[in-house]
């Protein structure tokens, strides 16, 4: 494990510890931190971003009231992760319930994730504002100079730590920190009008 | 938004952010939705650029959760359950134990009859008919009187003081 994820680890540590001596707030700083992992996780199951953010409130609040049981013998993110893959199948097995479309011998969740008439929720206009903010973000990066382009590259595709990438690409650390925050503002920059103007 | 926030807010997605400067800046998220919101906006390419799908918050996600666990009950508020320290504790206990009777038997010496009826005794106490015993002990108790044979009582009877009639 790198320092930087042990790092994250006792940030969390402390924030469960506290949240259990009963300070709510060091729960929001939890909830921050995790909330798009989570509703990333939850859309995997559930296909659709509007109810993959009610499932993921949903997984919070169960970890809220289980975090007196968390007992560190995990990690708290693995905790959190798997509250919320098991919050996601209950959601698909009740979905499946209340649906009387489809006629499905639902065995259980694993079944439902298999059935593809379950899973897509997703509408023509949501692909196709999707698929426009997905072509800003490739121009945005196809626009940035090519220092910046390469260090976002090796970041989020080659998943390289900034020790890494500072060897890969000759320069220091504090380079590539720069270059890299300087390369997703630009992304950010162009991708705002957009945001502001659709509902995703 | 001053730019050195903005860096760590790329390092903090990146998880190069130590401990004290992560801590800060989710208070500072908590305190400012916009910072927030950017942070959100950073993870959703991040994710796209893996996926191809982009996955955007609710800008009150967290506040709906925030004011949820505020209107909590107090017996669902989570409570530490001080599982380690109970079994700490026992095992520790057990370990004590067993140390004392293994140290214990182990300063032991040898068994030695000669020298265990010695110690016997000297321990046991004078020669002391029993009878005798029980008999001043009954006088002392109950002004009753138990009899083993001997003259003017009935063997183990017991005697009176109403049989005067």
């Known amino acids: ?200 | 938004m001053p730019e050195d926030l903005n860096q760590k807010m790329s390092q903090f997605l990146d998880n190069e952010l130590d401990h004290a400067d992560a801590l800060l800046l989710l208070q500072k998220m908590q305190s400012q939705p916009e910072l927030q919101d950017k942070m959100n906006r950073y993870e959703a390419v991040s994710h796209a650029l893996k996926t191809d799908v982009f996955l955007a918050v609710r800008s009150d996600f967290s506040a709906k959760i925030h004011q949820h666990i505020r209107q909590e009950a107090f017996h669902l508020l989570p409570q530490r359950k001080s599982y380690k320290r109970t079994y700490k504790l026992m095992a520790l206990a057990a370990s004590v134990a067993i140390v004392t009777v293994i140290v214990d038997r182990s300063l032991e010496p040898p068994f030695n009859a000669a020298s265990t009826l010695q110690v016997a005794n000297t321990q046991l106490p004078e020669p002391y008919p029993l009878n005798k015993r029980i008999n001043d002990y009954l006088q002392a108790h109950n002004n009753s009187v138990y009899t083993n044979g001997e003259a003017d009582f009935q063997p183990l009877g017991r005697v009176t003081a109403y049989s005067d009639k």
């Open chain 1, 1 to 200: 494990m790198s320092s930087h994820s042990r790092n994250s680890e006792q940030l969390d540590e402390n924030l469960v510890l506290r949240v259990q001596q009963g300070d709510k707030a060091a729960f929001d700083l939890l909830v921050i931190k995790y909330q798009h992992k989570i509703i990333q996780l939850v859309n995997r199951y559930v296909k659709d971003p509007s109810e993959a953010q009610d499932v993921a409130q949903e997984t919070f609040i169960k970890a809220y009231r289980a975090l007196g049981d968390f007992r560190g013998d995990s990690a708290f993110y693995t905790w959190l992760y798997r509250i919320a893959i098991n919050t996601a199948k209950n959601y698909l097995v009740s979905r499946a319930r209340r649906s009387s479309n489809y006629q499905v011998d639902i065995q259980d969740a694993e079944a439902i994730e298999n059935a593809p008439q379950l899973q897509g929720m997703d509408t023509p206009e949501r692909l196709l504002l999707n698929q426009e903010i997905i072509d800003t973000i490739k121009t945005a990066i196809d626009q940035l100079p090519e220092e910046m382009r390469t260090a976002i590259m090796l970041r989020e595709f080659e998943g390289m730590s900034y020790e890494e990438i500072a060897v890969a690409m000759d320069c220091p650390v504090g380079t590539v920190r720069s270059r890299l925050f300087r390369a997703r503002e630009a992304i950010d920059i162009k991708l705002n009008p957009l945001l502001e103007h659709g509902d995703s």
